[in-house]
Every structure is written in C-alpha cells, then in structure tokens.
C-alpha cells in the first residue's frame, strides 16, 4: 500500500554507483512522481523538517543490491514475437510490444531498444512508426528504435537478407528515403508523444554514401554505430572522427583483430599517435629546468615486414649537434598531443573510443574475448542480448518455429539454425550476461551492472532519466541478490514484478 505522501525509503541495500563501486546506502523514492530523491536534501527539507514527514513505506532489500533498471539496446525480440515481422496488422503489432514490455521485466530489464534488421523498404515506415517510445504503469520503456540495416556490407551480413541490402548514394537523403523522413527528425525530448524514436542506426562506414550521412546524423542525435561492416582501420577510424558513437556487437559481423591492420576492433585500443596528424612535442618531469628538443616522429616508410617504420625517434645530443645549442627557453611547437617522460601519463588525446555493444552468452564470444575487451577500454562495454523472438527464460531446449519455414534449435544458450552449426542470434537474457561477465572478466557484480545501465544509458545520452541512481532519474529500479539473480523489479517506483509472485 503505498505511504500518504507518497514517500519510500529503500534500506538495508548495496547501491551501484557510476564508477561500477556498490555503497551502503539508503535510497528515497517518491512513488507519486516516479522519480529518485536526495535524501540528503530531503532530510533538511520542508517535507522531512517542517512537516515531519516520514516514510509510511520503507523496504529492507535485506542486503541485496539495488540497481538502477537494466537497458537492453539491442533487442530483436522476446516471447514469440519479432519486432522485425509486421503482417499489415497494426493492433496486432502494437500488442506484441505491449506483451514483451509487460513481460522482459522478469529480467530485470527496464528500458531496452527494439531492434529491427534489414526489411523490404516499404515496411520501414511503418514499422518505425509503430516503434515509437511507449511504456504502461507496469511495463518496462520501449526507448524508440534501433534500425541494423539496410546499409551493410554483404559479405558481412550474418542473417540479414542479401537482396534488401542498399548503398545511401545520397548520404543521409537515403536514410530519409528508406526508414521516412519523418521517423528521423532530430529531438532531445523525451517525452513519449512528441519522440519521433531514432536512437541507433547500425551500418557499414564502407558502403557507398553511408559515410556521407554521418554528420548530419550526428547533429540530429542519432547514435550511429559501426557494425556488419568490413571497415578497414582508416574507414573505421574515420566515422568515429565524423561521430560514429557505438560498435554493433562487438567481435562479430565484423574482420577478426589482425596486428597490422586491426580494423573495427582495433578502435578499442586506439594510438594517440593516429588520434591526429600533428606533431608531437616532450613533456618533461617537473624537476628537469633545463628543455629537451623536441622529438620528431620517423618519416614515411614503404610498407613491408620490417620494423623499421615503428622505430622510435631518439632525442639529439649537443655532442653531435653541428649549429648552435638549443635556446634555454621553453620550445614552442604546435601540438595536440604530447611524449611523457613521466610515470603513468598518458599523451592528450583528441579520439574519443567508441562504445562497443557485446553479447555475453559465452557463445558468441570466447571469455578470454570478453576479457581482452573490456581491459582495453571498460568505459565504453555495454552489455546486449541481441536476443530472438525465442527469448523467454522459461522455454525449454528443443526445436522451435522461426519464420519463412526456418527453424531454431535451442540448446542451452546456444541457439542454431536446424540442420546447420550456423549460429542463429541470441537467447540469453541480460540478467544472465551481467552474471557472465563478472565470472569472465573477474570485475566485480557492481562494475558488471554499469556495462548494462549507465554505460549504454550514457551511449544514448539519457544518463540523466535513466540507468543511474541520480535524484531526479526515473526510479526504474532492480533488486539482485548478491550472485546477481533478479529478486525484483521496481517501474517509477512501485513493484511490476517479484521472484516467486
């Protein structure tokens, strides 16, 4: 029964902080607004010191960790229904987003993106359009849409049609063309009426055109994410430079890493000496007084097997200097980046790595790959199911319907094409990756929870309202016991779902 003045405290809890840390610490709800308060604010205020309100509500979480909802950002369906399957029936559609919104908060889940692949042109406009952010007093948010395809690469393009794969020859003209101009109007509002939907498009950098309409989506908000792609390192690089924001999961449908031309994977662990083609100059120790001269970089080499083009340069010596001594006053140079001397720094770095999305059913990627990823850049990990219409933590292993008179064999996690060891999308449930990937990457549950709330809530740019603990965010909340089992699952601050109810 919810308090007279609408007031909860959640006590007795861990609470995951955006640095992956967990807290003891009490959390304030207020169930008539939905939304996180400052409890420190709230004690010295009207509400708590003058009227001497108290919470008529309070919740032991007896220990357990409450987290902020769990974001799915790539979903391509749950329950029997595929988001990428419409039969001219628009009530029928809207029910089947209805069902999975109601039913993915068994998993934790609070916010996820419904994810389309590539479909016959016509039926972008109104799918998209049916794809609208949505949410119900007990369901989880449908955040709008992510669109992977048309504009991949062939060879790259796992289960995707081969025949409604397209160029964008007329760079973002073509995007208009293909999803409707209106499905791809720039807001930042996240209010659910006036939302047009758009929060990720993955493509290939390579396909002709594609690169030519990353700007302008860039300037509409809209997160481009590099995926099915055979993008060379240069190609890759330069979408980021041009705003590409996210890789669509990670280690698959993409070149495997190769040392000399490591390509979209290679983003992870991008040189500062690419991030820009200026010169680099020395940072000293603060205790040296006197200048060193600046280091130049090596010049060109052809392209071979030797080492030679990765040599690196030499500081001069006064001894072999023929002209006259260096000036004792500090050397200016033009530079973006600089060469420490010093422990621990790390050059100026104008490239910003991308976040990658990776799914962690340990099928998809080897753990030792989930590990290696995550070292090299754990700010940018999201966690993803990219999971099937077959996602349902209560479908037992066996053969089962897909569609066009395929089916999928689930075994386990594993999920196949039948009669093939083609691997056939995901049926892993987000709960169960966050758990994965703690075991994988040895980091703990907390650091685990941030790669599926605040690292792809920060993604989107919704960082404020959602997948964090902040006062004034959505109080889209998930109890986990502390093996990472969903107990709970809270929706603007009242109870949608409870193990065992």
Known sequence: MASSNGLICFTN?????????????????????????DAQACRISKTFYLR????????????????????????????NFDFSVYENDDEAYRQGLHMIAERIVETGVTSLLPTIITQERSIYP????????????????????????????????????????????DGFKSFEDVYG????????????????????????????GVMDALDEMTKRNIVFSIGHSVASTEAATAAVQHGARLITHLFNAMPQLHHRDPSIIGLLGASPHLASPTDISVHLPC???????AL??????????????????????????????????PIKKKSRRTLHLEKGQIA???????????????????????????????????LVTDAQKILDPNLKDGVHEWRDGKRFVKEGEKLYLEGTTTLAGSVVTLDVCVR??????????????????????????IEHKKGTLRPGAHADLVVLDRQGNVLSTWVKGKQVWAKGV
């Open 13 to 37: 809890c861990l609470l995951p902080q955006e640095d992956g840390s967990l807290v003891e610490r009490d959390l304030w709800v207020d169930e008539t607004t939905g939304l996180i308060l």
């Open 52 to 79: 001497r309100d108290r919470p008529e509500k309070i919740i032991d979480v007896d220990g357990n960790i409450l987290s902020p909802g769990l974001l799915d950002i790539q979903l391509n369906g749950a329950y």
């Open 126 to 169: 109104k799918v998209l359009s049916l794809l609208k952010p949505f949410s119900t007093p007990t369901s989880a948010t449908l955040l709008g849409w992510h669109a992977e395809g048309p504009f991949i690469d062939l060879t790259k393009r796992g289960a995707h049609a081969p025949a409604y794969l397209l160029p964008a020859d």
């Open 181 to 208: 101009a209106q499905n791809l109007v720039d807001s930042e509002d996240w209010n659910m009426s006036s939302n047009p939907g758009v929060r990720v498009i993955t493509a290939a950098p390579e396909v002709p």
């Open 287 to 293: 205790n040296l007084s006197e200048p060193l001269t």
């Open 296 to 329: 130049e970089l090596p010049p060109s080499h052809s392209s071979d097997d030797t080492d030679s083009k990765d040599a690196i340069p030499q500081a001069a010596s006064e001894a072999f200097e023929t002209s006259s001594p260096p000036s004792k006053g």
């Open 348 to 382: 100026d770095m104008t490239f910003e790595r991308p976040y990658y999305g990776i799914i962690v059913d340990g099928v998809h990627c080897h753990p030792n790959s989930v590990r290696l990823a995550y070292s090299s850049h754990p700010d940018g990990c999201i």
């Open 436 to 461: 994965n990937f703690s075991r994988f990457t040895g980091c703990s549950l907390g650091e685990a929870i941030k790669c599926a709330t605040y690292n792809p809530a920060k993604c989107l740019g």
